[in-house]
């Protein structure tokens, strides 16, 4: 479990690795986290927005990890997404073939 | 900044793309673009050659059939991505190696720990003390000592560097066995499979020729092309033939230039190999590129130091009075108060203007034994005067190495070298992530059951479209707080 105020660079971290995983249900938590994140930035408060800019900076190249982890994963997704397409394709033919071979012997029998 | 600029651009661009490509396939994956796609997924365009499903559905396949090759196209990508992964973690362990040998240990004297951006500043602090008293012994041989510390480090590393280089090449070597060995099966396999099962799943074989392939992508970039009856070509990935139906063609070696070069039917393909993946892959780039351009770098600082001191401390005046000349019969361009070694091809460069500094960070050492040729005084002046001293202190403020002081330049070296190891250690990050998430869908999708199948591309669809949410609320974060795009102090 992330700690109740996650700095910024264990956030980033730990979505990498969810998303590395694919865990949906972290990332969603993560996003909330993020959410939270964003409303300590609006503060007003010189000394939260002054660590919130030194954890960003700690945070930049786990940011730069979860970049490629997530390009991978676009990668991924679309070559997951053209077999689905190549699947239903062949699935449609099979059918297609099923039904007119069934076609065929009905009308074989009525011979 | 530069590098975490490109990657959340890239990226944040690569979002905005897909929340329409999203839509369409939430809504319609058949309907998909097919054309468009292929030509926007370099991935998917290298798998090209086993799209082969519309041929085959021509040829009247099963369902079987059908699953069969959807595996073998999610198992290419996930070759493809272990290839990846193989090479920049062969290379990252080399770059780690590489990079403890310019990291000081703490604790320990500057001359056990190799810390030659130390030993540069001690060797011209060692001349501004003597500035306080020339003729005093103990600070002649300080000079001396801190001048050895500092040969010693830089040789040391060189050496380190090369013997890092010979391992490399050896393991590089130890893999070509194996590579053949899994090509040649490949072929044998080919064959089977082309005999008993040329329209249809072979079972067994072709899990066993899938079995080979991982193998054979552990250690080598590869292209896998189906081709007719079942049968399978393998190429490097940049286009020469490993394997076709039932033949293999072998990798050989040979001692090119004092290192392992790799032929494939004669002609030498070891620059492609490196670029290809694989563990041989990051062997390669390792002792080709990354050992070889820090071994350039230190050639550069040593001869930088060596020839600027040598030739200030030649134009000085000694302890005994005498100011320094060619060394009678010299080939290497040596003068007789030289404190360093000339470097190899020093003699060579002074003859013909050039500006090679090879090998000259290796053949670095102290040659001048007696403390009291350090020539502190400036010509014309006598023993006691430390003008000389002066200046040759005041060289470490100087650009005499590549145009950079020796300091600075031996600093950018090791920001630089961190930076590529860094660099790599992020690919490597997110090139593990891939596998794992290509390993899950694989395992997912080894049933034929739809839901399954469905449920698999689901978490997977999940799981971007909330990390992308995640990422576009944390690079909005990023960007405000560090004024990412503005050149500030921070950024």
């Not at chain 1, 994963?73 to 077999?83: G, I, Y």
């Not at chain 2, 007789?336 to 460069?349: K, R, V």
């Not at chain 2, 070296?413 to 790599?424: H, I």
């Not at chain 2, 990050?429 to 899950?440: F, K, P, R």
Request: with cysteine.
């Amino acid at each position: 479990m992330l700690p109740a105020n996650p700095e910024l660079k264990e956030l980033v971290v730990e979505a990498s690795r969810a998303l590395a995983r694919l865990d949906a249900t972290r990332l969603e938590e993560l996003a909330h986290s993020c959410q939270a994140l964003t409303r300590a930035r609006n503060r007003e408060d010189p000394r939260e927005r002054g660590l919130l800019a030194q954890q960003a900076q700690e945070a930049k190249a786990d940011m730069a990890v979860f970049a490629r982890v997530l390009e991978a994963t676009r990668a991924n997704l679309k070559v997951m997404n053209r077999l689905r397409e190549l699947r239903a394709v062949q699935l449609e033919y099979t059918e297609r073939q099923a039904r007119s071979g069934a076609g065929a012997e009905d009308g074989h029998g009525d011979h | 900044m530069g590098t975490i600029n490109s990657a959340l651009s890239l990226t944040t661009g690569a979002l905005d793309a897909d929340q329409a490509a999203l839509s369409v396939v939430a809504n319609n994956v058949a309907n998909a673009n097919t054309t468009g796609y292929t030509e926007e997924t370099p991935d998917w365009q290298e798998n090209q050659p086993i799209n082969v499903g519309g041929i085959q559905v021509g040829d009247g396949v099963t369902e079987t059939g059908a699953t069969s090759q959807r595996d073998r196209v999610l198992e290419e990508r996930l070759d493809q991505q272990q290839q990846l992964a193989s090479a920049s973690s062969t290379r990252l362990t080399a770059l780690n190696a590489m990079q403890a040998l310019f990291t000081p240990d703490s604790g320990s004297s500057s001359a056990t720990a190799g810390d030659i951006g130390s030993d540069i500043t001690s060797f011209f602090d060692a001349f501004s003390s003597l500035e306080s008293d020339p003729t005093d012994n103990a600070l002649r041989e300080q000079v001396l000592s801190s001048a050895s510390t500092l040969a010693g480090d830089i040789s040391s590393a060189a050496n380190s560097l090369h013997a890092q280089s010979a391992a490399l090449d050896q393991e590089a070597s130890g893999i070509v066995g194996q590579v053949n060995a899994l090509t040649g099966a490949v072929a044998q396999l080919n064959l089977e499979i082309q005999s008993t099962s040329p329209d249809s799943d072979a079972g067994t074989l072709e899990d066993q020729r899938q079995q080979d392939l991982s193998q054979l992508s552990q250690l080598i970039g590869i292209n896998q092309v189906t081709t007719e009856n079942n049968g399978l070509s393998i190429t490097t990935t940049s286009g020469q033939l490993l394997a076709s139906e039932g033949q293999s063609f072998q990798l050989t070696t040979g001692t090119v230039n004092g290192v392992t070069d790799f032929f494939l039917d004669g002609t030498d393909i070891t620059s492609r190999l490196a670029t290809g993946g694989g563990q041989l892959g990051g062997y390669l780039t390792a002792r080709d590129v990354d050992i070889p351009g820090a071994l350039s770098s230190l050639d550069q600082l040593a001869y930088g130091i060596s020839t600027s001191v040598n030739a200030q401390n030649n134009s000085g005046v000694d302890g005994s009075g005498n100011t320094g000349v060619a060394v009678p019969g010299s080939t290497t361009g040596a003068e007789t108060l030289d404190i360093f070694s000339p470097p190899p091809t020093y003699a060579a460069n002074l003859a013909g203007g050039g500006t090679d500094v090879a090998g000259a960070a290796a053949a670095m050492s102290v040659v001048m034994t007696d403390p009291n040729q350090i020539a502190a005084a400036g010509a014309g002046s006598g023993t006691g005067d430390n003008s000389n001293a002066v200046a040759i202190a005041s060289l470490a403020g100087q650009t005499i190495v590549n145009g950079q002081t020796p300091i600075n330049y031996y600093s950018n070296f090791v920001s630089t070298l961190g930076a590529t190891v860094s660099e790599v250690e992020t690919e490597n990050t997110a090139q593990n992530a891939s596998v794992t998430q290509l390993q899950t869908q694989n395992n997912a999708l080894s049933s034929v059951n739809l839901n399954d199948e469905a449920a698999a591309m689901s978490k997977l669809e999940t799981s971007y479209q909330a990390a992308s949410q995640v990422f576009t609320l944390l690079n909005t974060i990023m960007a405000s707080t560090l004024n990412l795009g503005v050149e500030t102090a921070v950024s």
